[in-house]
């Protein structure tokens, strides 16, 4: 059984789409469910921040805002080394069922290569922080 | 060149950590940097034969390196690619929406038009997390 790369979740909310979407798209929407402080600025390629109690934030990128239907955005992996560049997508797509909204959320780019897994795990370079001494000291050195 | 199996590299860290005595060689190289054999044998509670064995086999899988040297004066670097491969995987299960998307409900359970409702059976379901 293969790790997931795409995480999915559907589930049915009362309300009608309008409702969800202002809930998932706006900082007073999404600071009373999800992040509690939150920025966003709601256009493909607007940066957005939360922040958990916990001391936890996250950063973000939109990419989708198809208003009341479909809304991503990447973010950074949770876990993962603030400097990893290994983003995931998650989109929300909202659809109307009866009086409420079939709300699924998706997120994808868990088994994504990591960018340099060709230099680094076949060709077995020692990376790390011992080689990355070792480029700061030979700029050092040259910068002399 | 085919692509890496990361699912291959992932496995190989998940077994290496596994074990308890290759979990401390692979904690000792992440803190205190590059070891021989015999550093290891004096730092953790194995004997150097075990831990030459397990580097070995550490190395066979890619999770240490040897750096080029005599016999018992090799030492040993941790390597981080592998790690990385694996904590990915370890991020998509750790990753929670059951969490956020219960909270979403409750969050516009709470904030219904008729305030009557909210007080009716939609609060008897949320769950406290």
């Given at each position: 059984m293969p790790f997931p790369d795409r995480i999915e979740r559907t589930v049915e909310i009362a309300h009608p789409p309008a409702k969800v979407w202002a809930a998932l798209t706006t900082a007073e929407g999404l600071s009373a469910?999800?992040?509690q402080e939150v920025r966003i600025d709601?256009?493909?390629g607007g940066s957005a921040w939360m922040k958990w109690d916990n001391g936890h934030t996250a950063d973000m990128r939109v990419e989708r805002v198809e208003e009341p239907a479909v809304f991503g955005f990447t973010w950074h992996i949770y876990g993962l080394p603030e400097d990893d560049p290994r983003r995931t997508y998650v989109e929300f797509s909202l659809q109307s069922a009866g009086a409420g909204t079939l709300l699924t959320v998706v997120e994808s780019g868990f088994a994504q290569l990591p960018e340099d897994a060709y230099r680094t795990a076949y060709h077995g370079n020692t990376q790390g922080w011992a080689s990355e001494l070792g480029e700061l000291a030979d700029y050092l050195d040259a910068a002399a | 060149m085919p692509p890496p199996d990361i699912e291959a590299i992932a496995e190989q860290v998940f077994v290496a950590l596994a074990d308890p005595s290759r979990r401390a060689i692979l904690a000792a190289l992440a803190s205190g940097g590059p070891a021989t054999a015999t550093d290891l044998a004096g730092r953790l509670p194995i004997t150097r034969q075990a831990i030459a064995k397990h580097l070995a086999l550490l190395a066979e899988a890619g999770l240490v390196t040897a750096e080029p040297g005599e016999r018992r004066r090799v030492r040993y670097r941790l390597r981080s690619a592998p790690m990385r491969v694996a904590q990915q995987f370890l991020a998509a299960l750790a990753r929670d929406w059951d969490g956020p998307l219960d909270a979403l409900k409750d969050h516009l359970d709470q904030h219904v038009a008729d305030p009557r409702d909210a007080d009716r059976g939609l609060n008897t379901s949320r769950r406290q997390d």
């Open positions: 469910w999800f992040g709601l256009r493909p | -």
